[in-house]
């Protein structure tokens, strides 16, 4: 059963920091890895979507890699803002004809300090 | 109205209650997801419905009890809830459930507490 974990669980920096958000998942057969931010009663959107044969992605200042054999994936954020201040989730979807269905991470709650 | 929204935001129910949670999409989407996210574990799915069909159940107990009458609506009928249940329910669409390339657009989620 694939499990995904995310390292820290909670960040705390000051403003202007890059950071970087990890997580990790046991089966290494994924169709795809997203990234989503969570905000306190919004839900979650969307911010990166990895394709198993894609190393990386960017939007802005955000960046996401992808090592799919040693099962990582890492979310970088650049000069930190106190709006980045949110719950990160990781989650992936597997490669076995499941369709649509996402395996997520525990998350990392993430708090940019003015 | 745009995207996926939920109703109620919030409820309490006694453990011998009957309730239900709606999740409606205006997105056109032929797939809608109910997950569950508690304060001790990871977002887990509960159920998928493609074109109105139920293709997964993700062993969820009996007393949580999925509707899906269009593409458009998904309720979650709750009843003799364990106070174990408490957590965020969110509700989630995407152009089509077999398709893994889709993003699924999550809705605000319902908070329930179980007394």
């Known amino acids: 059963k694939q499990e995904v974990t995310q390292i820290p669980a909670a960040l705390s920096v000051p403003e202007g920091e890059n950071l970087v958000l990890n997580c990790s998942f046991t089966d290494s057969a994924i169709y795809n890895l997203q990234w989503f931010r969570q905000d306190p009663g919004k839900g979650l959107t969307s911010l990166l979507l990895?394709?198993?044969?894609?190393r990386e992605q960017t939007s802005g200042r955000l960046n996401a890699s992808l090592d799919k054999s040693s099962g990582r994936s890492t979310l970088y954020i650049a000069a930190s803002q106190p709006g980045d201040s949110a719950t990160y989730l990781c989650a992936v979807r597997e490669n076995n004809n499941a369709g649509n269905m996402l395996t997520f991470g525990g998350g990392t709650r993430l708090m940019v300090k003015p | 109205e745009t995207g996926v929204t939920q109703t109620p935001r919030h409820l309490v129910m006694g453990m011998t209650n009957k309730k239900s949670l709606k999740c409606e999409q205006h997105?056109?989407?032929?797939?809608m997801y109910w997950y569950k996210q508690s304060a001790k574990k990871p977002l887990e799915l509960m159920f998928v419905y493609n074109f109105k069909e139920q293709t997964e159940n993700n062993s969820v107990p009996s007393r949580f009890s999925p509707e899906c009458p269009n593409s458009s609506h998904l309720f979650l009928h709750l009843h003799t809830l364990q106070p174990e249940d408490s957590a965020l329910y969110l509700c989630?669409?995407?152009?089509?459930?077999?398709?893994?390339?889709?993003?699924?657009?999550f809705g605000p989620g319902t908070r329930l507490t179980v007394l």
């Open positions: 997105l056109g989407h032929n797939a």
């Open positions: 990895i394709q198993s044969s894609q």
């Open positions: 989630a669409s995407s152009p089509e459930g077999a398709r893994p390339t889709d993003t699924q657009y």
